[in-house]
């Protein structure tokens, strides 16, 4: 008899693993289907995710100079090239959003922005009069070409 209830009380408890599965498949497959729309809305719109993600960049910079202040480097150069790097980020976005450019403009932008975000301080500091002229370069064919 002792035997007879074990046994019930495993099938019901297989029973209630199964059901808990079943309903675990489903949730797992509404959330891929809500997953893929919102990334579809996300290819479509680069505007907002541009301003999902910008919080956790911000936060990154912020503690990068918080301990470069505190190693006693220049934090003060390294706010300059955050900010730099910030504002090439958005002439690229308007570049390619307001059609204000060519595409080997654009693709030179990126190209000068990658390297930006990839050169140390050092060398930032050695070459920060050819970044901004860059800048200056590619704000002026947005303002020529978009006006």
């Known amino acids: 008899m002792e035997n ?3 046994e019930e009380a495993f099938e019901v408890k297989f029973e209630e693993k199964k059901k808990r599965l079943r ?3 489903i949730e797992f497959i ?3 289907i809500l997953l893929s729309f919102a990334f579809n809305y996300l290819k479509n719109h680069p505007a907002e995710r541009t301003s999902m993600f ?3 960049e911000v936060l990154f910079q912020r503690a990068e100079i918080f301990i470069s202040n ?3 480097d220049n934090w003060t150069t390294l706010k300059e090239k955050h900010q730099l790097e910030k504002y090439y980020k958005e002439l690229i976005s308007t570049m390619e959003n307001g059609k204000c450019a060519d595409l080997q ?3 030179s932008a990126k190209e000068k922005y990658k390297a930006l975000l990839w050169i ?3 060398t930032y500091k050695e070459n ?3 970044y901004q002229w860059y800048a200056g370069t590619y704000a002026a064919k947005i303002k020529e070409n978009c006006s």
């Open 4 to 6: 007879t209830l074990q």
């Open 23 to 25: 309903m675990n498949i």
């Open 30 to 32: 509404i959330g891929l």
């Open 54 to 56: 910008a919080w956790i």
């Open 70 to 72: 505190i190693t006693g």
């Open 105 to 107: 403009t654009i693709d």
């Open 120 to 122: 140390d301080i050092q």
């Open 128 to 130: 920060i009069q050819v």
